[in-house]
């Protein structure tokens, strides 16, 4: 059996015998026998001046409120102002740190009022020849890039899909044209102006088909009666050159009706869809 080498040494705090292997003696001086002695040597030995890190200790200030004397720590020695307790602070808070005292206060209407450089408004801005938050956001809504970018956004992150109703819509109008009419509920095709319709032609044609649900556009909701909102739809769309069919959700129910008025609207069918009904006969 192998000899031990090593040496029994007693513990600092309570005394207790313990073996330190040869190999460990020549790191430390100072042996505990657990961990509770060890955490009342450290407590004793090296807490305060006694730790191996002691730079001084603290420094004497006066309160910035009461005049009390009291020790703060050295990293705190370039500090302007310093308190005795939670009450000082709130009071100094107030005291030092309110409008004029604030260090990063801007007398920007103490001697002048300015107001919006934009006609017909009154609304009050914090410099001169300045635009105020709604004439800005209008100037920036009459362009077309921000408008459109601005819409497609919000219709991404509102997560909007097509509901049941404009899918069937879509299998009807790829039936009669084919390729001719695209889903656009996300307004990845075609915005026009602040609207974005529900088919749009992508063949040519200035033309878009808008599905109505009965609820949503009826007069309970909108105010407006289903005429006056049809007409509402197509003059504004007619402003930018396009020609609009409106298709009420009650109207799928007639297949055959409503082909007819879609066929009615657009003119022709496909030319794409002839061509592959004689190329499958062929």
Not at 106 to 113: A, H, V
Not at 145 to 167: G, W
Not at 194 to 200: A, N, S
Not at 203 to 211: F, M, P, S
């Amino acid at each position: 059996m192998r000899k031990k080498t090593g040496k029994i040494v007693n513990c600092i705090i309570c005394g207790g015998k313990i073996y330190k292997p040869k190999h460990l003696l020549h790191l430390e001086n100072v042996y505990y026998c657990n961990r509770v002695c060890y955490t009342i040597a450290r407590s004793v030995f090296y807490s305060g001046k006694k730790g191996g890190n002691y730079q001084g200790g603290g420094i004497i200030k006066k309160c910035s409120i009461c005049s009390k004397m009291i020790e703060v720590k050295k990293c705190r020695r370039f500090s302007k102002l310093f308190y005795c307790s939670n009450k000082c602070k709130y009071e100094g808070l107030s005291k030092y740190y309110n409008r004029k005292n604030a260090s990063g206060y801007i007398d920007g209407r103490s001697k002048k009022q300015y107001y919006c450089k934009e006609k017909n408004c009154n609304n009050k801005v914090c410099k001169k020849e300045n635009r105020c938050c709604s004439c800005s956001t209008s100037l920036k809504w009459k362009n077309k890039e921000y408008r459109e970018k601005v819409i497609r956004n919000t219709l991404k992150a509102s997560f909007v899909s097509p509901n049941r109703q404009e899918k069937r819509l879509d299998r009807i109008l790829n039936k009669l044209f084919f390729g001719d009419y695209k889903l656009n509920v996300k307004g990845e095709i075609l915005i026009i102006g602040t609207k974005v319709p529900d088919f749009v032609n992508v063949n040519g044609q200035k033309k878009v088909i808008e599905l109505y649900g009965d609820y949503w556009h009826s007069e309970k909701v909108t105010g407006i009666s289903k005429d006056k909102e049809e007409k509402n739809r197509i003059k504004y769309f007619k402003k930018y050159g396009y020609k609009t069919l409106i298709i009420w959700e009650h109207e799928l129910k007639d297949i055959n009706k409503l082909k007819q008025k879609i066929i009615k609207f657009n003119g022709k069918k496909s030319k794409l869809l002839d061509k592959l009904l004689e190329n499958k006969n062929n």
